[in-house]
């Protein structure tokens, strides 16, 4: 028998770790959405100085905007906003607990409220850039 | 006919050997209605004595025989050996604590956070004995009651790849525990516990994985309790900003 030892192992964390479970992959996801989120807000800066630059910069840039890759990232993007901004408000339920007359109200009212500010907002926008 | 076995494939450290950990495999009896414990007890008692493991209840009370089942952050006394026959199944400590030895984890931290947040009913000025009890309503008692049905089991830590990254994060037990008691209309302590829990390294280090809620084996729903502690030291922020003259 030997002497008891006292000497703790410890193990790390591989860079694989978000493969190992589909829970932290779809977590993953969301945190990676914000990649094509950010790419995606530079491009609309550049646009924002394109059309301080002049009408010839604008509309060059306006056609670099209509070549099919640019297009492609664009649906990317909008498929990554998507996906956040459901399973985020899908998730505001969890830290929203709102009591009415001592009860909890429901889950689905408070998703469903976000969702009803999401197409508000998102109307507004609509109206004021149309 | 001969009896069904399954294997059960183990973590072994034994510090004292200066051997690197490795698995040891131990085929045994297969039952319908053994636990995972109960596998492990029997290799304790029939195969190799020298096997270290935590347990106590074996019924999902006490919190003691959490370990990682083929990955997963459970109870062992509540993972049955059907749910995995005929496959092997894996057992681990459990994951982003040292490994004292064998499946027993070094649980130094988590108590040390756990004292932290200070879990028990602070008073301004306690009323005296004379003047009765704290009287609650059902609906107060609903508004901390699943967050102290805690077992400091620490599976939501196993669970919690934000705690393995990041060891200084208070974690989701610790943190729900502050909220167990923040929410009590009995308790005067929230400032205090602010000061741990508003930190980087308190509710602002958890990016809502999620997975301590899924790991729980009795509901706290330690993700939750830590996002709605997020909001209020939000509003707390905003009213500080908006109201500066006036007392929150």
């Known amino acids: 028998m030997g002497e008891a030892v006292s000497r703790p192992y410890r193990r790390t964390m591989p860079a694989t770790w978000w493969l190992t479970n589909r829970a932290y992959f779809l977590f993953m996801v969301r945190e990676l959405t914000s990649v094509f989120i950010a790419i995606y807000l530079v491009l609309l800066l550049v646009l924002i100085s394109k059309v301080a630059a002049g009408r010839e910069a604008y509309e060059a840039y306006l056609t670099f905007l209509g070549t099919p890759a640019v297009l492609a990232f664009h649906v990317l993007a909008l498929a990554a906003a998507l996906y956040h901004s459901i399973t985020w408000f899908n998730l505001a339920p969890k830290g929203l607990v709102v009591r009415v007359r001592e009860r909890r109200v429901p889950d689905a009212i408070i998703a469903g409220s976000n969702y009803l500010a999401w197409i508000a907002v998102s109307a507004l926008l609509w109206w004021v850039v149309l | 006919?001969?009896?069904?076995?399954?294997?059960?494939?183990?973590?072994?450290?034994?510090?004292?050997?200066?051997?690197?950990?490795?698995?040891?495999?131990?085929?045994?009896?297969?039952?319908?209605?053994?636990?995972?414990?109960?596998?492990?007890?029997?290799?304790?008692?029939?195969?190799?004595g020298t096997l270290a493991y935590r347990w106590s209840c074996r019924m999902g009370v006490c919190g003691s025989c959490g370990m990682m089942i083929n990955g997963t952050p459970r109870l062992s006394c509540a993972a049955f050996l059907r749910e995995y026959f005929p496959n092997p199944v894996r057992v681990e400590p459990l994951a982003h604590f040292p490994v004292e030895r064998d499946l027993v984890i070094v649980m130094d931290d988590f108590m040390?956070?756990?004292?932290?947040?200070?879990?028990?009913?602070?008073?301004?000025?306690?009323?005296?004995?004379?003047?009765?009890?704290?009287?609650?309503?059902?609906?107060?008692?609903?508004?901390?009651?699943?967050?102290?049905?805690?077992?400091?089991?620490?599976?939501?830590?196993?669970?919690?790849?934000?705690?393995?990254?990041?060891?200084?994060?208070?974690?989701?037990a610790a943190i729900?525990?502050?909220?167990?008691?923040?929410?009590?209309?009995?308790?005067?302590?929230?400032?205090?516990?602010?000061?741990?829990?508003?930190?980087?390294?308190?509710?602002?280090?958890?990016?809502?994985?999620?997975?301590?809620?899924?790991?729980?084996?009795?509901?706290?729903?330690?993700?939750?309790?830590?996002?709605?502690?997020?909001?209020?030291?939000?509003?707390?922020?905003?009213?500080?900003?908006?109201?500066?003259?006036?007392?929150?």
Not at chain 2, 8 to 19: A, D, K, T
């Open chain 2, 1 to 48: 006919m001969a009896e069904p076995t399954i294997a059960l494939e183990i973590f072994r450290y034994h510090p004292e050997q200066g051997e690197a950990p490795s698995f040891r495999r131990y085929e045994i009896p297969y039952r319908e209605d053994w636990v995972v414990l109960d596998g492990i007890n029997y290799i304790k008692d029939q195969i190799d």
């Open chain 2, 112 to 172: 040390h956070k756990l004292r932290e947040v200070k879990p028990w009913l602070i008073r301004g000025q306690e009323t005296p004995l004379s003047e009765g009890e704290y009287r609650q309503t059902p609906a107060e008692v609903d508004e901390y009651k699943q967050y102290s049905m805690c077992i400091n089991c620490m599976l939501c830590y196993a669970a919690c790849p934000v705690y393995g990254l990041e060891p200084r994060f208070l974690g989701p």
């Open chain 2, 176 to 248: 729900a525990l502050a909220q167990r008691y923040n929410l009590d209309s009995r308790d005067e302590g929230r400032r205090e516990r602010q000061e741990v829990l508003n930190t980087e390294e308190g509710i602002w280090d958890c990016t809502l994985v999620g997975e301590c809620t899924t790991a729980c084996p009795v509901h706290v729903d330690p993700a939750g309790s830590i996002q709605r502690a997020k909001v209020t030291a939000t509003v707390d922020w905003y009213k500080d900003v908006l109201l500066p003259w006036g007392k929150r």
